[in-house]
């Protein structure tokens, strides 16, 4: 893995980076939770490029620009429908989708936040499981991403990312002990 996972508390839409994730559904409908934020601290912008782009299919993702945000972009990942839930499969497609766009537009540091965890109800834990094995994957392949900046609302919500991700941090290098021996 040549890039980097980076955890931290705070307002994702303030996030310096190239790119930040959008907890979406599947309308691109900028409501409440992560993507009512986005679209106010972004403006009408992001919006308006969400509606001419048009619904995607859940667990897919859809790039916009990022309106009056520090970052360029804003990548929209579909986890549920409008007014729907999320799902394990969702969660995880949807979070390959949108570092797979990232990769493809040249962005290098991407910010996410518990992308199904808030409004689309998935369970924390499994959410933080699912998008850092999913970060962890994208970062060992081919990909000129070079940081994953989880930014995560809440220090309930950064502990769980941080437990989980320690917890892998220990197998790997249990795993590397075991491997010598």
């Known amino acids: 893995m ?3 996972i980076v955890l931290e508390e705070g307002d994702i ?3 310096e980076v ?3 994730v959008n907890a979406a559904n599947s309308g691109l409908r900028l409501g409440s939770g992560v993507a009512g934020a986005i679209a106010a601290a972004g403006g009408p912008s992001i919006q308006a490029e969400c509606d001419a782009h048009g619904p995607i299919a859940v667990g897919e993702a859809a790039i916009t620009g990022a309106g009056d945000l520090t970052a ?3 990548i929209h990942a579909a986890s549920m429908p409008p007014d729907g839930q999320a799902d394990e ?3 995880r497609s949807s979070m390959r989708a949108s570092l797979e766009l ?3 537009q040249g962005c290098s540091r991407v910010a996410v936040p518990a992308i199904g965890a808030g409004i689309a109800g998935f369970p924390m834990q499994r959410c933080a499981e699912i998008l850092l094995e999913e970060a962890r994957a994208h970062l060992a392949g081919e990909t000129g991403v070079e940081e994953i900046r989880f930014v995560l609302f809440g220090e309930p919500a950064y502990r769980v990312f941080e437990m989980v991700n320690d917890a892998a941090k220990v197998a790997a290098q249990m795993e590397r ?3 010598r021996t």
């Open 18 to 20: 190239d790119a930040i």
């Open 89 to 91: 499969q969702s969660v």
């Open 2 to 4: 040549t890039g980097r």
């Open 13 to 15: 839409t303030g996030a």
């Open 102 to 104: 990232a990769r493809a």
């Open 72 to 74: 360029r972009y804003v």
């Open 177 to 179: 002990m075991r491997a």
